[in-house]
């Protein structure tokens, strides 16, 4: 099948995770995407460990996230390695880089400097908080972005610390919002034959992934949630919303008609609250009813009456329990990559399907410098 991509070429200038996400997804789709890394170290992230697991010399998050790239070392304090890279420049057709702000203008690398080797170039640009105001020269790390938008605040129940969600979200997201706008730019391009400039920041994203609570917020006199003291999942929505302890495990329960569940599951007191308003402004003594009654059972016992009845309830699965399930299985969302040298890394496959087929390519992160010799036999250098 031909990817829709296939013909594009990115240069990409970005590490650890935002950026090289992006890369990552339009690699999937077929774009030739080429790290632009330094001779000593390369991208940050190959030395990024988490549970400092490494594969080959990288770090298996640096080979998660820059599968099915390229590539090639170059040191932007050379004048003569600066110059080789333009010269890629101009056959490229989208640029993505994080480098703080005013970097790239020191190198002669900006958009405005490109523009005039690449016209119609699509250019992407990742920041923590944007290239204006107080916070523009902080870290633009996801834990921080995190913290800073609110997101730690609104998580956990309200007499505990903020909580941080346990994998890279802002980052992911980030990602997310530069390819999208990189597409769309390229879809511009071609119906108008001009390049484009892609702006993505952390605090924007993170932002915009919180639109439901910001929203509701900013439409109620700025008046602050208030989490649930129980089981909280989610300040604005009331009772039995929340995750709760079994006899073995625990129990996932969205919104439903607390009447029916109590009569369904034998949990008396619950039809007292009938309307949302009351199921909201009285959720943490509902909560703490249901969580009381919900711990008598086991979790498997519980979603059998309460699946009989469809009302919407699951399991809180584990990273094991989940890669034993029939639909993880059958969904594949796994897939091998490997490098020439034969060292290979389990990960996870691109998540779009296209014509019903799952993109998958088994071709591994890239060495450093591993795209230069022939890289500049294509330039005839």
């Not at 709760?244 to 949990?267: F, P, Q």
């Not at 519980?302 to 009845?309: R, T």
């Not at 296209?354 to 390519?361: A, F, I, Q, R």
Request: hydrophobic share 35%.
């Amino acid at each position: 099948m031909r990817l829709p991509l296939e013909g594009i070429t990115v240069l990409e200038f970005s590490q650890y995770l935002a950026g090289p996400y992006a890369g990552l997804r339009l690699a999937d789709l077929g774009a030739r995407v080429i790290k632009i890394e330094r001779p000593k170290g390369g991208d940050a992230c190959r030395q990024l460990a988490t549970k400092n697991l490494r594969a080959d010399g990288d770090s298996v998050l640096f080979h998660t996230i820059n599968r099915n790239k390229e590539s090639f070392a170059a040191d932007l304090k050379c004048s003569h390695d600066v110059d080789i890279v333009k010269k890629l420049i101009a056959k490229a057709d989208v640029i993505t880089h994080n480098f703080r702000p005013g970097i790239m203008e020191r190198l002669g690398l900006d958009f405005a400097s490109i523009k005039e080797i690449k016209p119609d170039i699509v250019y992407g640009e990742v920041s923590g908080y944007g290239s204006e105001g107080p916070w523009k020269n902080k870290p633009g790390q996801d834990l921080l972005a995190q913290s800073l938008s609110g997101l730690t605040w609104v998580s956990n129940d309200s007499d505990k610390a903020p909580t941080p969600f346990g994998v890279a979200v802002a980052d992911m997201l980030c990602g997310t919002h530069l390819a999208q706008g990189l597409l769309a730019a390229l879809v511009k391009r071609k119906r108008h034959g001009v390049g484009s400039k892609v702006n993505v920041s952390l605090m924007e994203s993170i932002s915009d992934f919180q639109f439901e609570g910001l929203t509701t917020f900013l439409n109620t006199g700025e008046k602050l949630p208030q989490r649930s003291n129980v089981s909280n999942a989610h300040p604005y929505i009331g009772a039995p919303y929340g995750i709760y302890e079994t006899a073995d495990n625990h129990i996932a329960i969205s919104m439903t008609n607390l009447t029916s569940l109590g009569e369904v599951i034998g949990c008396k007191g619950l039809d007292t609250y009938r309307s949302p308003q009351e199921q909201f402004n009285a959720r943490d003594e509902i909560k703490i009813t249901l969580a009381n009654h919900l711990k008598t059972r086991t979790t498997r016992e519980w979603l059998d009456l309460m699946e009989a009845k469809d009302f919407w309830c699951s399991p809180v699965l584990d990273y094991d329990q989940l890669t034993q399930e029939d639909t993880y299985k059958i969904l594949e969302i796994e897939q091998t990559v490997t490098r020439d040298n034969g060292v290979s890394v389990k990960t996870t496959r691109c998540p779009i399907r296209l014509n019903g087929k799952k993109l998958k390519s088994n071709k591994a992160s890239p060495r450093l410098g591993s795209a230069n010799a022939y890289l500049l036999e294509e330039l005839g250098i």
